[in-house]
């Protein structure tokens, strides 16, 4: 127990002793030098960055795209979609089967080229109906006039009756007017069958089909059991886009403002327009005003209901 105690005791520290020797002199001094020779080091790295950077880069300049949806120095910016100012759903005038269809959803039209046809066999036998009546009453008439001629070269030799020959005048008017209903009758055929050809109302494109040979269409709205509108045509050169301005906002556009015109479709083109027109009727709903603004050149890319962004510039200043 006693060698326990004498091995603890030596254990323990001596908070009397000295503090730690000093580093001798000479490795103080390799100290000293590994520091300095570090400052150096340091130096030349830094200079030889500073030089690096200091000499000429060849910068290759990018003009900056705006991407933004505000353009630079806009007023104001609404949304829309592109729409077709003169649009036609073009259905047939009667009631039939179609049996030709010419014209598939893009194809270019002229007004007054044939788009379809309806079947047209019963039109066309009230057609000859109504050209053999004519035919019939013209003869009628030419007998009529012999009647009336010889009555009255009668009627000047006392030979005949007044009778007699008033009835002669009495059938020679009534088939007159007979013949006058017989070329109603025909025209009225010959518009019946004129109906049946469906033709392109104007110049434009086809942008939708909506019923194929063998189907019965009618007019529109005529019955729920037909197709309406056979094809429905657009004018391309018409295209306005048609954008929503907050009644707030309303006082930033006035007609003939100049507009930049940006579709998502094509998000990097940029085509110039103007309002056309502020729409005179508000929307109570949304508490917006429609303004129409047109393209001030033609591109056949864009398409009917492409959504756009109207970016509404501000009016260029008139020089005194």
């Known amino acids: 127990m006693e060698a326990k105690n004498a091995d603890l ?10 503090p730690a020797a000093p580093i001798p002199g000479a490795r103080r001094w390799w100290v000293i030098g590994l520091s300095v020779t ?22 290759r300049l990018t003009p900056a795209t705006l991407v933004s949806p505000m353009r630079s120095g806009a007023v104001l910016v609404a949304s829309g979609y592109v729409v077709a100012q003169r649009k036609a759903a073009v259905a047939s005038k009667g009631t039939g089967r179609l049996v030709y269809l010419g014209v598939v959803e893009g194809d270019r039209v002229r007004a007054g080229q044939v788009i379809a046809r309806v079947e047209d066999a019963d039109v066309r036998a009230q057609l000859a109906e109504a050209q053999a009546n004519l035919d019939l009453s013209r003869a009628d008439l030419r007998d009529a006039e012999r009647a009336l001629a010889r009555e009255h070269m009668l009627m000047d030799s006392n030979s005949t009756s007044q009778a007699s020959y008033d009835a002669a005048e009495a059938r020679y008017q ?9 070329q109603a009758a025909l025209q009225s055929a010959q518009v019946a069958l004129e109906n049946t050809v469906i033709r392109a109302p104007f110049d434009g494109t086809v942008l939708t089909k ?10 529109l709205a005529a019955s729920a059991f037909s197709k309406s509108a056979v094809v429905t045509v657009a004018d391309l050169r018409s295209l306005q886009v048609e954008a929503d301005v907050a009644e707030s906002n309303l006082e ?5 403002q100049p507009c930049e015109i940006v579709l998502d479709a094509y998000p990097d083109a940029r085509y110039p327009g103007s309002v056309a027109m502020i729409v005179p009727t508000a929307d109570r709903a949304k508490a917006t005003v429609q303004v129409k603004v047109a393209f001030r050149s033609y591109d056949a890319r864009v398409l009917p209901e492409m959504s756009a962004k109207v970016h509404f510039l501000p009016r260029p200043s008139r020089v005194a």
């Open 210 to 219: 909506n019923a194929d040979v063998g189907e019965v269409v009618a007019p």
């Open 174 to 182: 009534r088939v007159k007017a007979n013949i006058a209903v017989a």
């Open 9 to 18: 005791t030596a254990l323990r520290i001596d908070r009397a002793a000295d």
């Open 252 to 256: 930033a556009v006035s007609p003939g």
């Open 38 to 59: 570090g400052v150096v080091v340091l130096a030349a790295v830094l200079l030889a960055t500073s030089g690096a950077l200091g000499s000429a880069v060849p910068v």
